[in-house]
C-alpha cells in the first residue's frame, strides 16, 4: 500500500534525523521513597522471563496519558540502564517477532495431520540464540491477540472458577516471550479473566501506553505502559499501545474501563524514554494504516482509527534514535520479501507478520553507540511457519513447504503443549450432531452468501437462539441477530464435533438481551439495508475476508424484502414484518431482542455505533446506534447455546438450516 505522504527512501531511512526538540536535562532522578507524579514515570526493576534473553529489566510505572513526561524517577540506590558500551562499539540487535496468534499454538487436523507453530517458533528462537555472536542479542516479542481463535480459549473459561490455564500466555513465556503488548481480543472474556491469565501465566511483561481504568486489571500491576530492557550493554525500551476502534470497551462490569489515543500516548512517553535507550521499539496493535484501510484481514476498507501511519508519524519527529514498529491487528503481512519502502514513515520502520501463527518475523540492526540512526538497519523479513498436509507425497513440489517431523520442538510440544492439548481432549473429540444439510451449511456456500443475503447457517443459529430462550430466565425472545464478520466457517458433512463447532464460531461472544420498540427494530433493519454488498461492487471484494459493514441475520419471525434502489443512499427495507404482523403497524409495541456482544457494544469499527458505516460503503452514511438500547445481562455464552441446541435437535439438518425468504433481495 502506497502512502507517498509519509514515503522516505530506504537511502533517507537509512541516515535520517528525527527534527530537533529540546533536549530534557537530568531525565532520571532518585529520591528516597519514590513516586511518579503527573508528568513522571518511576523507573522500577523487575525480573524478566526467564526463558528469554533480557538481562535487566524495567518497568515503567506511572500514568502516561495525563501529559507529557519530564522526568524519570527511581528510588535512591536502585540500578538504572545506564550506557555501557563504549564509543565506536556495535551490538547487532536481532528482534524476533509475531502477533495475533489468536491461540494457534498447535492447529490440530485428524486428515492433514497436527501443525506445530508455536513449536516451530520455539525450535527456530533456539537456533537463532545458540547462533547468535557475542555482541548479538536475539528478543522474542508478541504484537498482541494471543487469544480468541482456537478451541485453545476454553481452557482460560468464563468466571474464575472455571479457570484452568491461559494457554496463550503460558506457551509464550516457555518460548522465551520477553515483552508482549496488550490486543483488542485480550478482553474478549472480560478483564477479570484476563488478570487471572496474566497473573497465573505470563512471565513477561505486558505493555499498553493507552489502556485505563478497568475495574479488574490494572495499571502498574497487572500491566505497564513502558519498558527497558538491557542485554550486552544495549539499552532498548519499548512502547505498548492497544487499538481504540475494536477494544470492547463499555462491558457492564467493567463500564469505565477506557482506550486512549495511542498517539497522545506516544508524544507523551517517547521523547523521556529515547533519552535512556539506545533503541526504541513500538509494539503496536493498532493496525496497519489510517483513518479507513484495506489489508490484512479484510475483505474491504475497514477503520483502523489511530493506526501505525498516525503512530510513525509521530513517533519519528520525537527522537533521533532509531525506532521500529512491531505490528498487529490487521493481520497483514510485511516485508516478506525484505524491506518495502512504503513501509518507513519518518524514519520509523514498520512491520507485522500476518496473523494465526503464519510467519515468524524478524528485523536485524548493526547499533553503534551515539550513532543515532546511521547505518542502523541490515535486514526485515518473514520466516513461513509451515503447514503441515501429511496427505502430500514426497514427490510433490509442495511438499517442502509443509511441516516435517524435525521442524518443531518435539521436547517443547510434549512439555508445554501437550498437557494443554490433554485437558481440551475430550471436549476437542466430541461429536455434538449430524451435519445432514449437506452444501447448504458449506464453508463455500457460507463465505459466497453471508454478506451479500440469506443463509442456511446463519438462519439456523439465529433460529436456534431463539428455541434456546424458552429457558432464558427473564423470558422467550422475539427476535435473535448475529453479524456476518462473525461466522468464520461452515460445517462438512457427517459426524460434527465441538471443535469443527469451535472454528465456525471463534469469538468470545456473550448473550444480551435488550427491550426494543417497533420503531427501533423498524430503523435498524433499515440501517442494515445500507450494509449489504451490492452485485455491482461483488468483484472488488474479497468475500473469504472481512467486509466489516455489520450485516446482520435475523431469526425467522422477522422477514422483509431489501430493496437495493439505484445506489447505497437509495436501499431500503420494505414489506417488514414481525410475527406475521406489519412492523409499521406496531412503533410502541415492546419486544425481546437477542444480541452477541460485539454489536451490543456497537460494533465498533462495523458501526452500530452512530459512525459512519465503512468497508467501502460510500457517503459516510451513518449507522444506527445501538449501545444505548435497556440490555439485560443473560450470562450466557453465545456458542455454548448454539452447541446445546445442536445436541436437542441431533444435529443439522436440511429442516433447521434452511433458506425460507425471510430476506429477498430485490
Not at 509494539?283 to 498516525?310: M, N, V, W
Not at 430493496?563 to 415492546?590: F, K, W, Y
Request: net charge negative; glycine share 10%.
Amino acid at each position: 500500500m502506497a502512502h507517498a505522504k509519509y514515503s522516505l527512501s530506504r537511502r533517507a531511512f537509512l541516515t535520517s534525523s528525527a527534527a530537533s526538540f529540546a533536549a530534557l536535562s537530568s531525565i532520571v532522578a532518585f529520591r528516597a521513597n519514590a513516586q511518579a507524579s503527573a508528568g513522571e514515570l518511576l523507573l522500577v526493576p523487575a525480573t524478566p522471563n526467564p526463558n528469554g534473553t533480557i538481562e535487566r529489566l524495567f518497568l515503567l510505572h506511572g500514568d502516561p496519558l495525563a501529559g507529557p513526561i519530564r522526568q524519570i524517577v527511581t528510588e535512591a540506590g536502585n540500578p538504572v540502564p545506564a550506557p555501557t558500551m563504549e564509543p565506536g562499539a556495535r551490538r547487532v540487535l536481532r528482534l524476533m517477532h509475531f502477533n495475533d496468534m489468536h491461540n494457534h499454538i498447535t492447529d490440530m487436523d485428524d486428515k492433514r495431520g497436527d501443525t506445530h507453530r508455536m513449536s516451530q517458533i520455539a525450535r527456530r528462537m533456539q537456533d537463532t540464540r545458540a547462533a547468535a555472536a557475542e555482541n548479538e542479542v536475539v528478543l522474542l516479542l508478541g504484537g498482541g491477540d494471543d487469544h480468541t481463535g482456537s478451541v485453545f480459549d476454553e481452557l482460560l473459561g468464563w468466571a474464575p472458577e472455571e479457570f484452568v490455564a491461559d494457554a496463550g500466555y503460558r506457551v509464550n513465556s516457555a518460548a522465551g516471550v520477553d515483552v508482549a503488548v496488550l490486543g483488542n481480543h485480550e478482553f474478549d472474556r472480560g478483564a477479570e479473566m484476563l488478570r487471572i491469565g496474566i497473573e497465573r501465566d505470563a512471565r513477561f511483561p505486558l505493555l499498553s501506553a493507552n489502556v485505563h481504568s478497568s475495574a479488574h486489571i490494572a495499571r502498574d500491576r497487572d500491566y505497564t505502559a513502558a519498558a527497558v530492557a538491557e542485554v550486552k550493554g544495549l539499552r532498548i525500551g519499548f512502547i505498548g499501545l492497544t487499538t481504540q476502534v475494536d477494544t470492547r470497551i463499555g462491558q457492564p462490569d467493567d463500564p469505565n474501563m477506557g482506550v486512549a489515543s495511542p498517539v497522545e500516548a506516544i508524544r507523551n512517553v517517547m521523547p523521556a524514554l529515547s533519552q535512556i535507550c539506545d533503541v526504541v521499539v513500538i509494539l503496536s496493535h493498532c493496525g496497519y494504516g489510517t483513518g479507513q484501510s484495506r489489508s490484512g484481514k479484510a475483505g474491504a476498507d475497514r477503520s483502523i482509527g489511530e493506526g501505525d501511519f498516525d503512530i510513525a508519524a509521530a513517533a519519528g519527529l520525537l527522537t533521533d534514535k532509531p525506532v521500529i514498529l512491531i505490528g498487529g491487528h490487521s493481520h497483514t503481512r510485511l516485508n516478506a520479501e525484505g524491506l518495502n519502502p512504503d513501509n518507513i514513515i519518518e524514519g520509523v520502520l514498520m512491520t507485522q507478520a500476518e496473523a494465526n501463527g503464519k510467519y515468524l518475523g524478524e528485523i536485524t540492526m548493526s547499533l553503534a553507540a551515539d550513532q543515532g540512526r546511521k547505518g542502523w538497519f541490515t535486514h526485515v523479513g518473514l520466516h513461513p511457519i509451515k503447514p503441515r498436509d501429511d496427505r502430500v507425497a514426497a514427490d510433490d513440489p509442495k511438499f517442502a513447504t509443509l511441516e516435517k517431523d524435525g521442524d518443531f520442538d518435539t521436547a517443547f510440544e510434549e512439555t508445554h503443549v501437550a498437557p494443554l492439548r490433554l485437558a481440551l481432549q475430550s471436549k476437542l473429540a466430541e461429536t455434538i450432531g449430524i451435519v445432514t444439510a449437506g452444501e447448504a451449511v458449506s464453508t463455500a456456500t457460507v463465505e459466497a452468501e453471508r454478506y451479500v443475503g440469506e443463509n442456511a447457517l446463519l438462519n439456523f443459529m439465529n433460529d436456534a437462539l431463539v428455541k434456546r430462550s424458552a429457558g432464558f430466565a427473564n423470558g422467550t425472545i422475539d427476535l435473535a441477530l448475529f453479524n456476518a464478520t462473525a461466522i468464520l466457517a461452515g460445517v462438512a458433512q457427517g459426524p460434527l464435533s465441538f471443535g469443527s463447532w469451535y472454528d465456525v464460531m471463534p469469538y468470545a461472544d456473550q448473550v444480551h438481551v435488550a427491550t426494543m420498540t417497533g420503531a427501533q427494530i423498524h430503523e435498524m433493519v433499515q440501517s442494515n439495508a445500507k450494509r449489504i454488498v451490492r452485485p455491482e461492487e461483488a468483484d472488488t471484494l474479497d468475500f473469504k475476508g472481512f467486509i466489516s459493514r455489520g450485516f446482520l441475520h435475523f431469526s425467522e419471525g422477522l422477514r422483509y424484502r431489501l430493496v437495493l434502489g439505484d445506489s447505497v443512499g437509495e436501499a431500503r427495507a420494505e414489506e417488514i414484518t414481525l410475527h406475521g404482523q406489519p412492523l409499521a403497524s406496531m412503533p410502541e409495541r415492546l419486544f425481546r431482542v437477542a444480541f452477541n456482544s460485539y454489536v451490543r457494544l456497537g460494533g465498533f469499527s462495523e458501526a452500530w455505533n452512530g459512525k459512519a458505516i465503512g468497508a467501502g460503503v460510500p457517503g459516510q452514511i451513518p449507522g444506527m446506534d445501538l449501545r444505548g438500547l435497556d440490555y439485560e445481562e443473560s450470562g450466557l455464552v453465545y456458542r455454548n447455546e448454539i452447541i446445546a441446541q445442536i445436541r436437542q435437535d441431533g444435529g443439522i439438518s436440511a429442516e433447521t438450516a434452511r433458506l425460507d425468504g425471510r430476506l429477498i433481495i430485490a
